[in-house]
Nanobody, 125 residues
Framework: QVQLAESGGGLVQAGGSLRLSCAAS????????MGWFRQAPGKEREFVAA????????YYADSVKGRFTISRDNAKNTVYLQMNSLKPDDTAVYYC??????????????????WGQGTQVTVSS
């Protein structure tokens, strides 16, 4: 497992941007697929984006495709989520997660074995 800590959340107006960061500790960070999930009040946790260890393959939920960009810097043990054109529906607690190699679908939260504490993103209309 790796230890994860998110930062960068906050309050932003609709149409604005935020960049979330997730700092990881652990020697094997570069071998993990990293993902972002979010959970709005009264709703289940949902997949947002993921990136393979090499950074060459990324995955996005349809609801954020074209607006959000996931990236990683293995030298800094950090993964980022750039969020543009934010909408009120993007309001949620955003979680960073790490998934070991060959442990199944990147879209499933139960395939990830390490989670951050979450960071709140609030988009006002």
């Amino acid at each position: 497992q790796v230890q994860l800590a998110e930062s960068g959340g906050g309050l932003v107006q609709a149409g604005g941007s935020l960049r979330l960061s997730c700092a990881a500790s652990g020697r094997t960070f570069s071998t993990y697929t990293m993902g972002w999930f979010r959970q709005a009040p009264g709703k289940e946790r949902e997949f947002v984006a993921a990136i393979r260890w090499s950074g060459g393959t990324t995955y996005y939920a349809d609801s954020v495709k074209g607006r959000f960009t996931i990236s990683r810097d293995n030298a800094k043990n950090t993964v980022y989520l750039q969020m543009n054109s934010l909408k009120p529906d993007d309001t949620a607690v955003y979680y960073c997660a790490a998934k070991p190699l060959y442990s199944g679908s990147v879209y499933r939260s139960d395939r990830y074995d390490s989670w951050g504490q979450g960071t709140q993103v609030t988009v006002s209309s």
